[in-house]
């Protein structure tokens, strides 16, 4: 649900990081946590962030790297091949799409010139 939400909030609905997942799920709804330790990586969190770093490194350099055929804050049975294929499949969804779209503006632009009787 958590992820639905930030997808949602998203331009093009796209994933949140995971570190955008640690912080999410880390704070209650007023943004506020329960323990000054997870207060304290949320912090971290942000200031890395601020430095340029990049979510994927941001996220790698509090918690180490994930462990072989382990993907933190998805869930049990998620895979980085599974979320691969994910990507995958939503980059060849959006390619249709647009196809879609050319081949639809390319017909109408030639019905605008024919008449009908």
Partial sequence: MVRAELRAKKENNEEPSQAEMFVATRTNKKGETL?????????????????????DETFEALFGKERHGRVRLYGRGVTKTSLKKDKEI????????????????????????????
């Fill in 90 to 117: 939503e980059q060849l969804k959006l390619k249709h799409q647009e196809e879609i779209l050319t081949v639809k503006n390319s017909f109408d632009t030639r019905m605008d010139g024919i008449q009908l009787c």
């Fill in 35 to 55: 323990h000054s330790s997870t207060q304290e990586m949320i912090d971290h969190v942000k200031v890395l962030k601020e430095s340029g770093h990049s979510d």
